[in-house]
């Protein structure tokens, strides 16, 4: 082929894909929360501007001290296949107690656009620890692979108290026993 219909077919893809990009439906990921042994609280907030890393959690005073912007009220966030949408989790504690919680693994509805939905979350396998009055936040990011097929999908998460401390929770909380995480791309 010559050069110039090398570079009008480059062009027309290049222009196509634009095309076709443009034209790709926004996803709706809906997140939801079940409390078991804890009060409700946990929010969804957009991270704050500052290169925050996924999986990076705190425990702050007041919410102006994490990383957060502004909160998403609804739960709901918007991606397109393809692309990854980073926020912040917060729950905070209204006791007067020490909470410790721990996430079981989310689950996906519809189940049949879970394929494609990757999700680096709370459900790692760690005991979480909230001084009474104080905020937790983590860092948490879910991205859609290009192939991604579905339009919505709520994801729920089950938070567990874990009321009275073992020394393998002592140990867990104070990152001696740490979960394999290397299985997850950034």
């Avoid at 998403?72 to 006791?95: C, D, H, M, Q």
Wanted: aromatic share 10%.
């Amino acid at each position: 082929m010559n050069r110039k219909l090398l570079c009008a077919l480059a062009l027309a893809a290049t222009v196509s894909a634009a095309i076709a990009q443009t034209k790709t439906p926004l996803v709706t990921v809906r997140l939801f929360w079940e409390y078991h042994g804890l009060p409700a609280g946990m929010k969804v907030y957009e991270v704050k501007q500052g290169g925050y890393p996924v999986w990076l959690t705190g425990v702050v005073q007041t919410l102006s001290d994490a990383p957060v912007g502004k909160e998403i009220e609804s739960g709901t966030l918007f991606a397109k296949a393809g692309e990854a949408k980073r926020f912040v989790l917060v729950y905070k504690n209204p006791t007067n107690k020490m909470l410790r919680f721990f996430t079981n693994p989310h689950q996906i509805s519809p189940p049949t656009v879970g394929l494609g939905f990757v999700f680096q979350c709370t459900c790692i396998n760690h005991l979480f620890s909230v001084p009474p009055n104080r905020y937790w936040y983590r860092v948490v990011q879910f991205r859609l692979t290009p192939d991604f097929q579905g339009t919505s999908l709520d994801v729920k998460h089950h938070l567990a108290a874990r009321a009275a401390a073992s020394s393998s929770d002592d140990r867990l909380l104070k990152g001696v026993v740490k979960p394999k995480l290397d299985h997850f791309p950034n």
